[in-house]
C-alpha cells in the first residue's frame, strides 16, 4: 500500500491527497509531518500491460507528433506541449483526492498553510507531466501560494518546445 511504501522508504512523510488513478495517471501530497513541506509526487508510466500502461505508453508516452498550445505562460509567446503530455496534465487536473473531493490546484489553496513549500516531482512520465503541472500552478494559483513552488524531476522526457522550456526555466531558475 501507499501508508506501508511510505512509512518504510520516507517515514518523514505522510499522505495528505490521495485519490483515484484517471486513465493511468497518478498522483499524491505528501506532508513533512514536521514542517510546512509538501510533495506533490506524479507517478510516472504504468510498467505491465494493462490498459493504464496503454494510456501511459501509448496515448502519453509516444504521442509527440501533434502538438498542443501551452497557455499558462507569463512573457513566451508560441509554446507548445507535446499532445501526449496535454493528455496526462488534464487527467492530472481531473484528480480528486478521496477524503475532501477537491482537485489538486483547489487542495493545494485550501488545505496547504501560507508560506508552505510544495516540491512538484515525478520520473519518467511523471517528471514529464511535472512541468506542465508547475507551470499551470506557478500561473493559477494565488500569489500567496505561488512563490514557494519548486520542481524537481527525474529522468523526464521533454513535454515541450524550446518556448515552453524558456517559459518554464523562467518561472523555475532553480528547478532541477
Known amino acids: ?19 483515484e488513478a484517471v486513465n493511468g495517471n497518478y498522483a499524491v ?12 509526487v506524479i507517478r510516472g508510466s504504468v510498467m505491465e500491460f494493462s490498459n ?12 509527440i507528433f501533434r502538438i498542443r498550445e501551452w497557455k499558462y505562460t507569463d512573457t513566451v509567446k508560441e ?18 483526492d478521496k477524503k475532501t473531493g ?10 496547504l498553510p501560507e508560506q508552505s513549500t510544495l ?16 507551470g499551470y500552478l ?5 500569489a500567496d501560494k505561488n512563490t514557494r513552488l519548486q520542481l524537481i524531476t527525474f529522468g523526464a522526457p521533454a513535454a515541450g518546445n524550446a518556448a515552453f522550456v524558456q517559459d518554464m526555466e523562467e518561472k523555475f531558475p532553480d528547478a532541477e
Not at 1 to 19: D, Y
Not at 138 to 142: F, I, M, P, T
Open 29 to 40: 501530497i505528501a506532508k513533512d509531518k514536521s514542517a510546512n513541506r509538501y510533495a506533490l
Open 52 to 63: 493504464e500502461g496503454f494510456q501511459n505508453f501509448i496515448i502519453q508516452d509516444f504521442n
Open 102 to 111: 477537491l482537485g489538486i490546484k483547489e487542495f493545494i489553496e485550501q488545505k
Open 138 to 142: 506557478k500561473k493559477e494559483l494565488k
Open 79 to 96: 509554446a507548445y506541449i507535446s499532445n501526449g503530455a496535454w493528455i496526462g496534465f488534464q487527467n492530472l487536473l481531473q484528480l480528486k
Open 119 to 134: 516540491v512538484i516531482t515525478g520520473h519518467s512520465l511523471g517528471g514529464n507531466l511535472a512541468y506542465p503541472m508547475a
Open 1 to 19: 500500500t501507499l501508508e506501508a511504501a511510505l512509512a518504510a522508504h520516507a517515514p518523514a512523510f505522510e499522505t495528505v491527497f490521495i485519490p
